[in-house]
């Protein structure tokens, strides 16, 4: 079970699924779209905020690197 604060596991899931996307450009609003369709996600939509999406960018970014 994937939970927001599961920054790590989040990069790796989206950066194994979602090769054909940059991150460095992908917007707030489809990052989190992305983040709550991975399968074995299970949080409150709710409990994500800007700081939490910003970290899961950048360690998506720092995947791929």
Known sequence: MIK???IN???IELADNHDGIDPQY???VDLRKLVLAIDGFSDDPDR???K???AIQMAWIEELD
């Open 4 to 6: 927001w604060t599961d």
């Open 26 to 28: 992908i917007n707030f």
């Open 9 to 11: 596991d989040i990069a």
């Open 48 to 50: 994500c905020g800007e």
């Open 52 to 54: 939490i999406l910003e």
